[in-house]
């Protein structure tokens, strides 16, 4: 069985520039969370979604926005980049709302210049 | 204060040694608790779940104390193999969702 699965893998930018970094969870779960780490520090949480309505949210600016479809795959958007937005970007699935194990995908790796 | 607090390393022992991290952490309503391993640029992947009762897999053993906020992970006669960085984490599973908090992670190198 496929994993979660992340596209692109790695992304070049300019400041100022958008970005859309996709997701596809693991087959059969509901639950897609996204995480920003960057270097030398662990994952921070930034949304999650479930059945397509928003859970939770981290503390993020306006500028990161998400959204579930119905197959539950998921979207990242990140507005007017900058050059702290540099990270690799992490999705993780899990099969319900709370409490579930989370597995991760593979992550896009995002450079803002 | 750091929601999730762990010693960075990196943590340099011979193959075979015996190696404890510790973490702590500081919300008391904190639900679930668990050890990620991160290789070098890849994702982190879950190693093991820990509960108040501690619990055991193969060379790895994690415990929990609630009281103190304290959470461990014993690596026994470690292996090569062993060498990534070691994330503790909590899920706080408030307002009906599931956040993971992470703390910075302790670097492990294992050397011959």
């Known amino acids: 069985d496929a994993g979660v699965t992340q596209s692109p893998t790695h992304l070049i930018k300019t400041r100022g520039q958008h970005v859309t970094l996709r997701c596809s969870p693991i087959s059969g779960h509901k639950s897609v969370s996204w995480y920003q780490q960057v270097l030398g520090q662990g994952p921070q949480f930034i949304f999650q979604y479930y059945e397509k309505e928003e859970r939770g949210r981290g503390n993020f600016p306006d500028r990161f926005s998400a959204r579930q479809f119905p197959n539950y795959s998921s979207e990242l958007n990140v507005n007017a980049l900058l050059l702290g937005d540099s990270a690799l970007y992490l999705c993780?699935?899990?099969?319900?709302?709370?409490?579930?194990?989370?597995?991760f995908g593979p992550g896009t790796r995002l450079l803002v210049l | 204060r750091k929601e999730v607090e762990q010693d960075p390393g990196p943590f340099n022992v011979p193959e075979g040694a015996t190696v404890a991290f510790n973490c702590t952490y500081s919300n008391s309503a904190s639900q679930s608790f668990f050890w990620y391993r991160q290789d070098c640029r890849k994702e982190p992947k879950l190693l093991m779940s820990?509960?108040?009762s501690g619990n055991e897999d193969g060379r790895f053993t994690a415990q929990l104390n609630r009281a103190s906020q304290y959470i461990s992970l014993l690596i026994r006669d470690s292996k090569l193999s062993d060498s990534a960085t070691y994330l503790c984490v909590v899920n706080g599973v408030t307002g009906g969702g599931n956040k993971l908090t992470f703390g910075t992670g302790t670097q492990l190198k294992v050397e011959l």
């Open positions: 820990v509960y108040s």
């Open positions: 993780a699935s899990s099969s319900g709302p709370s409490g579930e194990t989370q597995y």
